[in-house]
C-alpha cells in the first residue's frame, strides 16, 4: 500500500517515471502476497484432510479389532 500511495504521489509530481515503477514493484508485492495467502489456504486445506484420514484409520482400526 505504501508503494502505491507513493506511486500515486509522484503521479501528481507529474514524475512518471517514478510513479511507473512504484507501481510496477506494488503489483508484484501484491502478487506475492496473493501468492502466499494462497499457499496458506492449501496448507490448511491439506493439513484438514490429513486430521481427517487420521480418525477415519482409528475409526476403521477400532471397528476391525471389536469385529475379530
Request: proline residues 0%; charged residues 25%.
Given at each position: 500500500r505504501e508503494k502505491m500511495m507513493r506511486?500515486?504521489?509522484a503521479l501528481e509530481a507529474k514524475d512518471y517515471k517514478l510513479a511507473q515503477d512504484l507501481a510496477a514493484q506494488a503489483s508484484a508485492?501484491?502478487?506475492?502476497?496473493?501468492?502466499?495467502?494462497n499457499s496458506t489456504k492449501a496448507t490448511a486445506a491439506a493439513d484438514e484432510?490429513?486430521?481427517?484420514?487420521?480418525?477415519?484409520?482409528?475409526?476403521?482400526?477400532?471397528?476391525?479389532?471389536?469385529?475379530q
Open positions: 506511486a500515486n504521489k508485492d501484491a502478487q506475492l502476497a496473493q501468492s502466499k495467502a484432510l490429513q486430521q481427517s484420514i487420521r480418525v477415519l484409520r482409528e475409526e476403521l482400526n477400532r471397528n476391525s479389532t471389536t469385529t
